[in-house]
């Protein structure tokens, strides 16, 4: 190593991407899974999160998809927090019918629900007035016993006045 000059490892890329998060800085973070991928350095869940979450926070829901397709492809592990990331970014973008899709997958992927994921996608059904897919979404976080947030039934109630179903709501 030449003086002066920092070696991008493993470690370091993944402080980096770290560093991203806090800055918003999705493209350096996106410029660093890249040169990870191009030194064989590992891909792990940890710095696909984390670059994901960033995306996620910079309302780049098309990159935060990509990179979840990459991750599928690598064969990195996926969990709850890879989707409720990747969710998210659907969300805030108005990508309801992604966020459902991402959802629905995610037993295929033995990745358990949580109350991240859960809110997300309510949410994502809230704002585009989905009120049939947001209750849907309600009622399997109540089947599969995961702690039950006041965002979430928030979001559903909201759904269903936003859809003219108010009655919906009080059931």
Request: aromatic letters at 8%; glycine letters at 4%.
């Amino acid at each position: 190593m030449e003086q002066g000059k920092v070696e991008l490892d493993k470690i370091t890329c993944s402080t980096l991407i770290s560093a991203c998060v806090n800055t918003g800085e999705w493209v350096m973070a996106l410029h660093f899974v890249s040169r990870m991928a191009q030194r064989n350095l590992e891909l792990d869940t940890i710095a696909f999160n984390t670059t994901i979450s960033v995306c996620e926070t910079c309302g780049e829901w098309t990159k935060a998809l990509r990179l979840f397709s990459v991750m599928v492809q690598s064969r990195a592990e996926l969990n709850a927090t890879t989707f409720g990331a990747v969710i998210s970014a659907c969300e805030k973008r108005g990508r309801w019918k992604a966020a459902l899709e991402l959802f629905s997958v995610m037993p295929q992927n033995k990745v358990e629900y949580d109350t991240i994921t859960f809110s997300a996608v309510i949410s994502a059904c809230e704002k585009a007035i989905e009120w049939e897919q947001a209750l849907h979404a309600l009622n399997v976080m109540v089947q599969s016993k995961v702690e039950l947030k006041a965002t979430g039934f928030s979001a559903a109630m909201s759904a269903c006045e936003k859809g003219c179903e108010w009655e919906k709501a009080m059931q």
